[in-house]
């Protein structure tokens, strides 16, 4: 989510006063809407990006186009974008947006999946994964009262599971909720309602802290840098094998069918190797 809060603030300045000019699909299935239709957006004027979870909501003549870039999407800034017309099918480009003064950008995705989505709508509201969207961790209405009643509500849930839902807390990720439960010394299997004051204060601080630290680390990059600094910046995800910079412990990981998580066990778990489920299974 730092990296989509750094790209909402990018794009506002790029973007804010200038009209769309056209908006081309080249992945017909990234887009979930067909009423208003994309060519809708044509000769708007855009008047913000703002940032809802993990999503992006350009608003331009009350209409709102809507994007979530999912794992492998990504924005791609153009101070030149062609005027021709997008080739379906080929390639990573899912949406080309042109603005009046042909700067704009393309929305790409590598890989296979087709994760990224894309809805036109006159109220983000109306798109099921927004509107079911927890409190966003960077207001200041989140505070630790906050925390403490939504962690109280998920019950023996895993910590790691919760901080990553989104209908609990809007825009924290997998890449995030290892960084967080890695900075407050916390297991990521600890269930949700057994930590005591201090933890919660920990688990609390951590989340602020990592959060806009990431976001302070992102100021100023442009798009296309952005990727390159979420990696450089994250200390046990996707580090598996690597020294922690805290302990010296070698980082470890649980994976699952689609995802793993990665954690330092001295840091965070007493020295215990947490059980790899996928495994286990596999050698029973
Ligand atoms: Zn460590």
């Given at each position: 989510m730092p990296e989509v809060e750094s790209l909402a603030r990018f794009l506002t300045t790029k973007c804010v006063g200038h009209a769309i000019a056209r908006v081309d699909l080249a992945a017909f299935s990234a887009l979930k809407t067909y009423d208003p239709p994309l060519s809708a957006l044509g000769g708007l004027e855009i008047e913000s990006i703002t940032r809802r979870g993990k999503f992006l909501d350009l608003s331009a003549g009350g209409l709102h186009l809507v994007f979530h870039l999912a794992r492998a999407g990504w924005l791609r800034w153009r101070e030149s974008i062609p005027d021709t017309p997008t080739r379906p099918?080929?390639?990573?480009?899912a949406l080309r947006v042109r603005l009046d003064d042909s700067s704009g950008f393309d929305l790409t995705e590598a890989?296979?999946?087709?994760k990224l989505a894309v809805y036109v709508v006159t109220d983000p509201e109306q798109i099921p994964h927004v509107a079911t969207l927890g409190p966003?961790?960077?207001?200041?209405?989140?505070?630790r009262d906050l925390l403490a009643a939504l962690l109280r509500n998920a019950g023996r849930s895993q910590l790691k599971g919760v901080l990553k839902d989104q209908r609990t807390i809007a825009g924290i990720g997998n890449a995030y909720s290892d960084e967080i439960l890695h900075r407050a010394k916390l297991?990521?299997?600890?269930?949700?309602?057994?930590?005591t004051d201090v933890e919660l204060t920990t688990l609390f601080e951590a989340i602020k802290n990592e959060l806009s630290d990431a976001i302070l680390r992102a100021e100023g990059l442009a798009a296309a840098d952005l990727k390159g600094e979420k990696k450089s910046g994250l200390?046990?995800?996707?580090?598996?094998?690597?020294?922690?910079?805290?302990?010296g412990d070698t980082i470890a990981e649980v994976s699952f069918a689609d995802s793993a998580l990665q954690y330092c066990p001295t840091c965070q778990t007493g020295g215990k190797l947490l059980a790899d489920r996928r495994l286990s299974r596999l050698l029973k």
């Amino acid at each position: 989510m730092p990296e989509v809060e750094s790209l909402a603030r990018f794009l506002t300045t790029k973007c804010v006063g200038h009209a769309i000019a056209r908006v081309d699909l080249a992945a017909f299935s990234a887009l979930k809407t067909y009423d208003p239709p994309l060519s809708a957006l044509g000769g708007l004027e855009i008047e913000s990006i703002t940032r809802r979870g993990k999503f992006l909501d350009l608003s331009a003549g009350g209409l709102h186009l809507v994007f979530h870039l999912a794992r492998a999407g990504w924005l791609r800034w153009r101070e030149s974008i062609p005027d021709t017309p997008t080739r379906p099918g080929k390639g990573p480009l899912a949406l080309r947006v042109r603005l009046d003064d042909s700067s704009g950008f393309d929305l790409t995705e590598a890989g296979t999946q087709r994760k990224l989505a894309v809805y036109v709508v006159t109220d983000p509201e109306q798109i099921p994964h927004v509107a079911t969207l927890g409190p966003d961790p960077l207001t200041p209405e989140f505070d630790r009262d906050l925390l403490a009643a939504l962690l109280r509500n998920a019950g023996r849930s895993q910590l790691k599971g919760v901080l990553k839902d989104q209908r609990t807390i809007a825009g924290i990720g997998n890449a995030y909720s290892d960084e967080i439960l890695h900075r407050a010394k916390l297991s990521p299997f600890k269930p949700s309602n057994g930590l005591t004051d201090v933890e919660l204060t920990t688990l609390f601080e951590a989340i602020k802290n990592e959060l806009s630290d990431a976001i302070l680390r992102a100021e100023g990059l442009a798009a296309a840098d952005l990727k390159g600094e979420k990696k450089s910046g994250l200390r046990v995800h996707g580090r598996k094998g690597e020294q922690c910079d805290v302990c010296g412990d070698t980082i470890a990981e649980v994976s699952f069918a689609d995802s793993a998580l990665q954690y330092c066990p001295t840091c965070q778990t007493g020295g215990k190797l947490l059980a790899d489920r996928r495994l286990s299974r596999l050698l029973k």
